[in-house]
Each structure stands twice: as C-alpha cells, then as structure tokens.
C-alpha cells in the first residue's frame, strides 16, 4: 500500500502527496488518522482515527465523499475491508476496532443508507482490539487484543470467538497466511 502521513494524505512511494483524505476537527484543524486501507477493488479508501468514525471515499471520481460510520466512543485504532467476491459492486464489509473495547462488524452499500452495524463481544466481556485483519475468504476475522490473545470470528454466525493465546504483553498485529 502506498504510504500515508498521519494527517490523511496518500503519497508516492516517493513521499508526493496523490491525495489528501484530510479529517478535521470543529475548529477546522487536521485530527490524527490511525489507518487507512483500500477496498479490495481499490475504488474505495477509508481511514480511522481519533474523531471515533471511519470515513469512505470513492477515491478515483474526483475524491467522492461516501460514507461516514459512527458509534464508536472512542478512537478508532484500525479497520478492514473485507475480501469482495463481487468488486463490480458498492456493497462493503468493514471491520473496526476501538479504545472504547469494542470490535464492530459494519455491512452495507457504499452511499447507501441500509447499513447494519453489529458489535463482537465474546463470553469475557469487552477487550480492547488494536488491530483487524480478514481471512482471505472473508469468513473469518481475527481482532488482535491488548490481553496478548487473537480472538478468532466466523463473519457468519458471529458467535463466541476461538481464543488464541500464548503471547505474554499486547498483539499488535496478525495475518492469515
């Protein structure tokens, strides 16, 4: 993925700004951003942060503001996009992950306004996800937590996550391989 500063500007591997995807605040200054990932057919670019929303944009018509996504409580810490059989198509899946302990599963069609949002929360309570990732099929989802667990979801059913231990401090960051 071409690098980005934390203001939400896309750079060339060069470090030249492509585009700026810039959040601001209520008195107009830039809010930090944590993330921001392509969709897997590269139309679409959202990014998190600590205004506690992920923003969508249709990046290659003219920057188009698409979406915002709201109901976290606190900072965003990271997002995913999951794997879209059918690219051609608006439809999106999003993974995200917050300080206020919660992983949420949002789904629905870009610029729509028939979008779903369910929160993840195993057996033992909130955990405080840092990081996101999907399987390359897309059915299950990994959050990486700061109890030194990986929770493991099936984006199916949703139920209580297979829990892999092992690490002795906080996982920042998992991959299927």
Known sequence: ??????????????????????????????????????????????????????????????????????????????????????????NFQIASCSRDKTTRLWTGRVGGKDLQCKILQGKHGPKWALAVNFSADGSLLATCCSDGTVQIWCTRTLTEPRVLTGHTSTVWSCSFL
Not at 21 to 26: I, L, N, T, V
Not at 39 to 62: H, M, Q
Request: glycine share 6%.
């Open 1 to 90: 993925m071409p690098p980005r500063d934390r203001e939400g500007n896309l750079l060339t591997t060069e470090g030249h700004l492509v585009r700026s995807f810039c959040s601001k605040d209520a008195h107009g200054f830039p809010t930090s951003l944590y993330r921001c990932k392509f969709s897997p057919c590269f139309n679409y670019l959202a990014a998190c942060g600590v205004d506690r929303t992920i923003k969508i944009w249709c990046w290659r018509e003219y920057d188009v503001f698409q979406a915002t996504l709201v109901g976290h409580k606190n900072a965003v810490e990271d997002l995913a996009f999951a794997p879209d059989p059918d690219s051609h198509l608006p």
